[in-house]
C-alpha cells in the first residue's frame, strides 16, 4: 500500500464543491469515481482544501492510499482520460504514508478577481466578480494592510462556521490592478468558511467609499459578523497553491 498525492485544477462552475454533498456533484466524488475505475479499487480522496460552490482551483491537493502498480508520475496521465474536461490532475507523485494535506505545515495563495467596468463581459461572467461601481484602488491597499499577520479573524467567517480557534495569519495581501480587472492576490496559513469572500466583500466596500481603510481594523477587533461587509460571489475566487514546507 503506497500514499499518492494529486495536485489538482478545476473549473468549479457545475459542481457543489469540493466535499461530497447529498445535494449535488462534487470534485471530490468524481475524483474517487474515476480512481475506482482506473484501481478496481475502493478509493476515496482526502483533499487539503475544501473550496466552496462555484469555487475554482488551479492547485488544490489531495492524497489517496492504493495498491495500484502504476507508476505514481503516470497516474495523472491516466486519471485524465477519465476525468471530465473542467477537472485536470497536474501532477501525481508517492509521498509518505502519513503524509497528510491538511496536518502539514503550508503557505495556502488565493487569488480574487474582480471585473470593474460599465458594462460586464459575459465571456468571464463564470470567473470574475463584476463590480460596476468606481472602486478606488489605494483606499483598498490600504485597507488591506489591516488584515496582515495574525489575527482573530472571526468577523470575516460564516457565523456557521465550525472551528474553535479563529486565529490565523495572513503573510501578504495585494490589490493587483490591470485594465478593466482588480485581483486580490492573499497567501495564509490557513482560512476559515468564506473569509476570502468576506475579505474581499469588506474591501469593495472600503474602495466604493462605504469604509474607511482605518475601519477595517475596527472590523477585526469586533469580532463580530455583522460589522464586516457582503460575502462576494464564488465565482471570482481561485485557489492558486499549497506550499508544503519540507
Not at 477519465?82 to 502539514?104: G, K, M, N, T
Request: charged letters at 25%.
Amino acid at each position: 500500500m503506497k500514499r499518492l498525492k494529486l495536485t489538482v485544477a478545476y473549473d468549479g462552475t457545475n459542481y457543489c464543491g469540493w466535499q461530497i454533498q447529498p445535494n449535488g456533484i462534487t470534485v471530490e466524488e468524481v475524483l474517487n469515481r474515476a480512481l475506482r475505475k482506473l484501481t478496481g479499487e475502493e478509493i476515496t480522496v482526502i483533499g487539503a482544501s475544501r473550496t466552496d460552490s462555484g469555487v475554482h482551483a488551479l492547485g488544490n491537493v489531495a492524497v489517496f492510499d492504493s495498491e495500484t502498480s502504476i507508476p505514481p508520475e503516470r497516474i495523472s496521465y491516466a486519471l485524465n482520460q477519465r476525468l471530465p474536461d473542467d477537472i485536470v490532475v497536474i501532477r501525481s507523485e508517492e509521498v509518505p504514508a502519513d503524509w497528510h494535506p491538511r496536518y502539514c505545515n503550508s503557505k495556502k495563495t488565493y487569488e480574487y478577481h474582480i471585473q470593474n467596468a460599465k458594462i460586464p463581459d459575459p465571456t468571464r461572467r463564470l470567473t470574475r466578480y463584476f463590480v460596476s461601481f468606481d472602486l478606488d484602488i489605494e483606499r483598498m491597499k490600504k485597507a488591506a494592510q489591516y488584515l496582515v499577520g495574525t489575527h482573530d479573524f472571526v468577523s470575516f467567517c460564516n457565523v456557521r462556521t465550525d472551528v474553535e480557534d479563529t486565529v490565523r495569519t495572513i503573510y501578504s495581501l495585494d490589490i493587483l490592478p490591470v485594465g478593466d480587472e482588480i485581483t486580490i492576490r492573499i497567501q495564509g496559513s490557513g482560512f476559515l468558511y468564506n473569509m476570502v469572500r468576506i475579505i474581499v466583500g469588506t474591501l469593495v466596500r472600503v474602495g466604493r467609499g462605504f469604509y474607511t481603510p482605518e475601519q477595517v481594523q475596527e472590523i477585526l477587533e469586533a469580532k463580530n459578523r455583522k460589522a464586516a461587509g457582503v460575502t462576494a460571489p464564488p465565482q471570482g475566487l481561485f485557489l492558486v497553491g499549497i506550499e508544503y514546507e519540507e
